[in-house]
Every structure is written in structure tokens, then in C-alpha cells.
């Protein structure tokens, strides 16, 4: 027994001696069990078994000069659709041999640059993070430490950095373009606060353009920058309402802040899609159960988590990598949109 009376672990000499193989035999067997022959292997395997023998990774970080972990950094814990995207890129990880940790920022910019240090102190190989809107001195830390990183969810061609990720501004357009093309005219928007979130701006800057393009520039007045949540929706639709011109549609730059509206418009007396019109933004799950379902947009989350975590495993391993990939979104059209009375 160890200390504590905690049963002392085996170690790789453990391993070596019961498998009746020397030292370097067995290290290989954990690196490169395919030099192996198969009997030796077995034999090892069966060691490593019996003794519930577990790698010290840390010794094998040393040895190898990588810890086969990624870090990744997003702005919040509470958006559904990190999750699936964080899914999907462990799972395309753990197919690579490499491990996901992942930690939120809370969308604050000097916390952020606190949990990539501590990543770089952990050992990561990579790191993914989110948007491309952070203190530059992130970047040039990453630089000085070689530690290879990918942006998700934003795209910007006039920033040289790996990226990947919806355009926001093209996929906002489309959606203003479908709300004009019903004959709406009094329009408004519910968006995310757009300081320290590129993301956020580049929807707002998508909805204006197309709004401008089509001679109706989009009222300041009827634009909310709010936290994201069904509660924030609720009140944005309450306090638009209240103008004297209140709007026929309404553009959300997430989902949280439609479904809010769509609970709350009955309460209101609205009617939607008859009095006014609701759109969503990256399409969760719930948005198609709803009654009406939502009008959103599909983000391509599995194929943004995918390529990312492809992107970092490439470059770790020194194969050629693009710099940026822009996933392909789509507009859903359903039911809480139609034409304007």
C-alpha cells in the first residue's frame, strides 16, 4: 500500500517485468505498438492489464515533446451551440489520438488571455478559439510559443489568421433579403452586445447593408444590443412594441432572443407570423418544435468543429493547412415569417 493507504500504481518497469521484455520493449508498446511482434504484444497487453497499469502522461509529454492535448477557450458555456461544435471537434481529436480541454472566458478579453497562458502552462499542442476579436498580445504570445491556433465562427479575408466559420455578414443579408422580400418595411433588431464579439457586428453590419441596399436603412432606435437570453427576447419584443411605429419583423442575432419573442407574443397579443414577423440565428434544436417554427440559420456547426479540429491536427503534425474555410450556411425558411400586413 502507498501513502495514505492508497494501493501503490504500477509503473512502466512494473510492465516491463511481468511481460518479461525490457524497458524500451514496453515504451514501445505504448508508442509504437505496430513494431511489435504479436506475441510480444500480447504479452504486454496483458501486463498492462493485470496491473491496471495507466501512463503517466506528463513523463510522456517529456519524452515526446507533446502532450496529444488541445485547448480550447469559448466565450460562454451557456450557448447550446458550443457545445455541439466542442462535440464534434473531440471527437475528431480523440480520432487523432489527442485529448480536448475546454474553458469559458465569460466574453471578457483579459480573462481570456489568463486561460491561455494557463493552457501554454498545461503543455496543449493547439488551441482552438472563437472569433478573431482579442487582446493582439494573444497572438503574439502564441507566436513567441509556437503553439499552432484556429479561430472559429468568424471569417474576416483581411485578417491573415487561421479561421473558420460561418460568414456572418453574407448570412445575415440573406435573412434581411427574405424579411424584405414579405414587404416588410418597419424592421428592427435584437443582437448580441457587439463590443469584444466580431461575430455580433458582423450580423448587424449584414442586416444594415441589405436594409440600405433595399432603401430602408435600419432605425438606431429599433436596433437592441442585449444579453443573451429568452428573457432579454421577452423584453426587447415589449419595449419594441411600445413605439409609436412598432416593427412588422424582427432579425435576432440568436435564437435565444426569437424564442423569447415567439413565448412572449401571445402574452403581448401579437400574433406572429400575422402581426409580426421573428427570425432566429444558428438554428438550435428547439427552434423547429416551436410553434410557429422559427425562420433561422443553420451555421454548420459539425463542419466548423470538424475542419477546426482537422486544422490543428495538420499543422501539429506539419502537413500543409489552409488559412481560412468558410462553412457553408443555409436559410430555413418556416413558419414564423410571412408577409407583411
Known amino acids: 500500500m502507498g501513502i495514505g493507504g492508497k494501493a501503490k500504481l504500477a509503473n512502466l ?6 511481460a518479461q521484455v525490457s524497458l524500451t520493449t514496453a515504451s514501445r508498446f505504448l508508442n509504437d505498438p505496430a513494431k511489435l511482434r504479436p506475441a510480444t504484444r500480447d504479452r504486454v497487453a496483458e501486463a498492462v492489464a493485470s496491473l491496471d497499469f495507466v501512463p503517466s502522461m506528463t513523463a510522456r509529454a517529456l519524452a515526446l ?18 457545445a455541439r461544435e466542442m462535440s464534434v471537434a473531440a471527437g475528431t481529436f480523440a480520432d487523432a489520438g489527442y485529448a480536448l480541454i475546454t474553458s469559458s472566458g465569460d466574453y471578457e478579453p483579459a480573462q481570456e488571455f ?13 488551441l482552438l478559439l472563437v472569433g478573431l476579436d482579442r487582446d493582439p498580445a494573444i497572438y503574439e504570445l502564441l507566436k513567441r510559443k509556437g503553439v499552432p491556433h484556429v479561430s472559429m465562427w468568424s471569417i474576416d479575408p483581411a485578417v491573415a489568421r487561421p479561421q473558420v466559420g460561418v460568414d456572418h455578414v453574407a448570412a445575415a443579408i440573406d435573412v434581411a ?15 448580441f452586445p457587439t463590443s469584444h464579439n466580431d461575430r455580433a457586428r458582423a450580423r448587424l453590419a449584414g442586416f444594415r447593408a441589405a436594409l440600405k441596399a433595399a432603401g430602408r436603412p435600419l432605425d438606431p432606435a429599433a436596433v437592441i444590443e442585449t444579453s443573451p437570453s429568452h428573457d432579454a427576447g421577452a423584453a426587447a419584443l ?7 411605429d412598432p416593427p412588422t419583423a424582427i432579425l435576432c442575432g440568436g435564437d435565444v432572443f426569437a424564442i423569447g419573442i415567439l413565448l412572449e407574443a401571445p402574452r403581448l397579443g401579437v400574433s406572429v407570423p400575422g402581426d409580426l414577423s421573428v427570425t432566429g440565428f444558428d438554428d438550435q434544436p428547439v427552434s423547429a418544435l416551436l410553434h410557429p417554427r422559427l425562420t433561422t440559420v443553420d451555421m454548420a456547426v459539425a463542419a466548423t468543429g470538424h475542419a477546426a479540429a482537422r486544422h490543428l491536427v495538420d499543422r501539429i503534425d506539419g502537413r500543409p493547412t489552409w488559412m481560412a474555410v468558410v462553412s457553408p450556411h443555409r436559410l430555413l425558411v418556416r413558419d414564423s415569417t410571412g408577409p407583411a400586413r
Do not use: C
Open 13 to 18: 518497469a512494473d510492465v516491463a517485468r511481468m
Open 238 to 244: 415589449r419595449r419594441l412594441m411600445d413605439r409609436p
Open 65 to 82: 515533446s507533446r502532450s496529444h492535448t488541445i485547448g480550447a477557450i469559448l466565450p460562454t458555456f451557456d450557448h447550446a451551440l458550443f
Open 114 to 126: 489568463d486561460l491561455v497562458r494557463t493552457m501554454l502552462g498545461r503543455g496543449v499542442d493547439g
Open 177 to 191: 433579403r427574405h424579411v424584405l422580400s414579405l414587404g416588410h418595411r418597419r424592421i428592427a433588431v435584437v443582437e
